[in-house]
């Protein structure tokens, strides 16, 4: 156990530049559970602030039915039921995470995006919730960054 002035010495080394960088590399490494936890919630069709995106109409519900029993996709979309963000798979498998300063961004590359997000009329939906992003940091961020402040102080 190191004394008062070892400890205080090595309490220097705890710079805000090392905390960002160790914090850019956790998030980093917690991107697919992030990125999974926001594709949940909108499976659920809801969004950051948990609440309905949108419902699908009569019209999504004929079109789909039709498609359905032509043998071109493999659920019909119910009308009055909340939008899943899920028909082709693209949209999901375009998932990605960006660190940018104090914070991070979840976006998609799929070519549709734009055209969800107009249809929708909201960005809300890339992100976590406050619950699941509490989740997050209590279960993943801080005890990484607990492990390493303390090995840095070296108790």
Do not use: C
């Not at 220097?12 to 905390?19: G, Q, R, V």
């Not at 019909?76 to 963000?85: E, F, H, M």
């Not at 914070?103 to 992100?127: N, R």
């Amino acid at each position: 156990m190191a004394t008062l002035k070892q400890a205080l010495s090595l309490a220097k080394k705890i710079e805000t530049s090392k905390i960002e960088s160790v914090l850019f590399g956790i998030i980093k490494q917690l991107q697919k559970e992030i990125i999974q936890k926001n594709q949940d919630q909108l499976g659920k069709g809801k969004d950051v602030y948990q609440k309905t995106i949108g419902l699908y109409s009569k019209a999504t519900e004929a079109i789909t039915a039709h498609d359905y029993f032509a043998g071109k996709r493999k659920d019909i979309k119910k009308a009055g039921t909340p939008y899943t963000a899920q028909d082709t798979g693209d949209f999901f498998k375009g998932f990605y995470l960006e660190v940018q300063g104090d914070a991070f961004k979840i976006f998609s590359k799929a070519p549709k995006t734009h055209e969800i997000l107009d249809t929708w009329g909201t960005e809300a939906i890339f992100g976590l919730s406050d619950k699941d992003l509490r989740e997050i940091v209590i279960n993943g961020i801080l005890p990484f960054l607990l492990k390493n402040i303390r090995n840095t102080l070296q108790i």
